[in-house]
């Protein structure tokens, strides 16, 4: 199994040191330590190599819990489509479903540390520029996007550690979470522009996903074992198309709302469900949806075991100043 650690990058270096692999048979794997010597490249410092290494945890239990997420939304809102119970209330709505099993109370804590680990590896990305976007506008709008994210799985973090403490949490889901910011958005000084403005960002990032899902590039950052690369692209592509669909829905109703100066017009991810099993053909709508939604929660796990991380020193993310140097 592939566990590489991209320490070449960290090093700076192009020798049998900065090619070394922890538990990997990959061909990058070009030396190996001798008896009695550390497996990590000799560039690094304890402090260092713990440094990455904890930054890239962070960043996998990340990825598995929000994949975990969205396969347990997917199902649902498939449930809901054939008519044998289930729901299209998204994310919040799928951690209150896990809170009625057996053990609820720890799976939906154990998810709510992963969604903030990934909430902390979204702003730590859009801070050091971990995926090496660069400083281009197309780059800062990818990272500005990150930092984003982060604070939308902070939030939704926050209110699965509430559920789990007993403490409610739903908050009235994502349409209530999505008509309260657009509440903020259209109380500001040329309010309404500015919710415009975010709605056809919205749309602009489903769009891209479902130009990702047309071309097929979904897994050029995972580093797969031989012979799954065909179905892991195919369930990236199911994953990012659906996704696109419910980032463009919800983008619509945020631009309705913006027009309307009406916050209850905001819907979110569970109004996008919604939204499409009202539709003719509903069923089959958000039927074909919630696979998506549910193959891109399979791929999430996926990344979490196989995304290629070049995962900075947390030191990075924190100005000199502050830790001493």
């Known amino acids: 199994m592939l566990n590489v650690l991209n320490y070449g990058r960290v090093c700076g270096g192009s020798g049998p040191d900065a090619a070394q692999v922890v538990g990997s048979t990959h061909p990058a794997a070009v030396a190996s330590p001798s008896p009695g010597t550390s497996p990590l490249p000799n560039c690094l410092g304890r402090g260092d190599h713990q440094g990455i290494l904890g930054v890239e945890l962070l960043a996998r239990a990340g990825y598995g819990a929000r994949g975990a997420v969205y396969v347990v939304v997917g199902i649902l809102a498939?449930?809901?489509?054939?008519?044998?119970?289930?729901?299209?209330?998204?994310?919040?709505?799928?951690?209150?479903a896990l809170l009625e099993q057996p053990f609820g109370w720890a799976l939906v804590g154990i998810l709510a540390l992963g969604l903030a680990?990934?909430?902390?590896?979204?702003?730590v990305e859009a801070a050091t520029d971990a995926d090496q976007r660069g400083s281009e506008p197309k780059g800062l709008a990818v990272r500005a996007a990150h930092a984003i994210s982060g604070l939308v799985y902070g939030s939704l973090a926050i209110s699965a550690v509430a559920m789990a403490a007993g403490r409610g949490g739903g908050g009235g889901g994502e349409?209530?979470?999505?008509?309260?910011?657009?509440?903020?958005?259209?109380?500001?000084?040329?309010?309404?522009?500015l919710a415009a403005a975010v709605a056809l960002v919205i749309v602009g990032v489903g769009?891209?996903?479902?130009?990702?899902?047309?071309?097929?590039?979904?897994?050029?950052?995972?580093r797969?074992?031989?012979?799954?690369?065909?179905?892991?692209?195919?369930?990236?592509?199911?994953?990012?198309?659906?996704?696109?669909?419910?980032?463009?829905?919800?983008?619509?109703?945020?631009?309705?709302?913006?027009?309307?100066?009406?916050?209850?017009?905001?819907?979110?991810?569970?109004?996008?469900?919604?939204?499409?099993?009202?539709?003719?053909?509903g069923a089959v709508l958000l039927g074909a949806t919630a696979l998506g939604l549910a193959a891109f929660g399979l791929f999430g796990?996926?990344?979490?075991?196989?995304?290629?991380?070049?995962?900075?020193?947390?030191?990075?993310a924190v100005p000199d100043k502050l830790i001493g140097r």
């Open 78 to 96: 498939v449930l809901a489509a054939i008519g044998q119970g289930g729901g299209t209330g998204g994310s919040r709505s799928a951690l209150a």
């Open 117 to 123: 680990c990934f909430a902390l590896w979204r702003l």
């Open 175 to 193: 349409d209530q979470a999505a008509r309260d910011w657009t509440r903020w958005l259209l109380a500001q000084p040329a309010g309404r522009w």
């Open 207 to 222: 769009l891209s996903y479902l130009r990702r899902a047309w071309k097929g590039r979904v897994t050029d950052r995972l």
């Open 224 to 281: 797969l074992p031989p012979g799954h690369e065909d179905w892991v692209r195919k369930a990236g592509q199911l994953g990012f198309g659906a996704r696109g669909v419910v980032f463009v829905i919800v983008g619509g109703f945020l631009l309705v709302a913006a027009w309307h100066a009406r916050s209850a017009e905001a819907r979110g991810l569970g109004g996008a469900l919604d939204a499409l099993r009202q539709q003719p053909y």
């Open 301 to 316: 796990l996926i990344q979490a075991r196989y995304r290629r991380l070049d995962a900075p020193d947390l030191r990075d």
